[in-house]
């Protein structure tokens, strides 16, 4: 092999792709899911304050900038709670611990009860700045004014800019992998 500027170098590639990219098919319905489902993810839970409360469980959350301190959520907009972030210009976000997979499935579940009702099932306390629901015994919380909306396909991209942010002790991580919850456990913490 050769580096940037045509000297031989010792560095061999670690792995041969299957295939080149391309031989790979194209697009299909189902496909993307599919192939999101391997890439693993966190898992949060999004919520909006006061008369427009609701959560929702979201693994589409990531951050965008720290300066200014920025992250995004992508939410389908037949949901309610896209509608919630749009009134409440504002949203809070909750990521769950490893013990916490019941609650990201209550707040998957459509069956549940509407606005701040659904909240009476769980711990939770209202953010200092917004007001939005963050849940007790998650990992992290972060409370953010709702500051951009994009468009993206069946989606709309919320921005939010970071108005307040706080974490717990280490704990182990609830993730979402392959279609089902898993947990993995920070260095230095006895699994």
Request: hydrophobic share 45%; net charge neutral; aromatic share 6%.
């Amino acid at each position: 092999m050769a580096d940037d500027n045509g000297r031989s170098t010792n560095v061999k590639p670690m792995i041969k792709p299957a295939r080149r990219a391309a031989d790979t098919a194209p697009m299909v319905d189902g496909a993307l899911r599919d192939i999101m489902a391997r890439f693993a993810t966190g898992v949060t839970v999004l919520s909006a304050p006061g008369t427009c409360g609701h959560a929702m469980t979201a693994n589409a959350f990531t951050s965008v900038s720290l300066d200014p301190p920025l992250v995004l959520c992508c939410v389908a907009r037949p949901a309610r709670f896209h509608e919630s972030v749009l009134c409440a210009r504002s949203f809070g976000v909750s990521v769950l611990a490893a013990d916490q997979q019941d609650v990201a499935g209550y707040f998957a579940d459509k069956r549940r009860p509407q606005g701040l009702a659904q909240f009476d099932a769980v711990d939770w306390v209202a953010g200092p700045h917004t007001g939005s629901p963050l849940l007790v015994g998650a990992l992290a919380w972060l409370e953010c004014s709702l500051v951009k909306v994009h468009d993206g396909g069946d989606h709309s991209i919320f921005v939010g800019q970071v108005l307040s942010s706080s974490r717990s002790a280490d704990a182990k991580a609830l993730l979402f992998y392959g279609g089902g919850y898993h947990h993995v456990t920070p260095p230095g913490l006895s699994a």
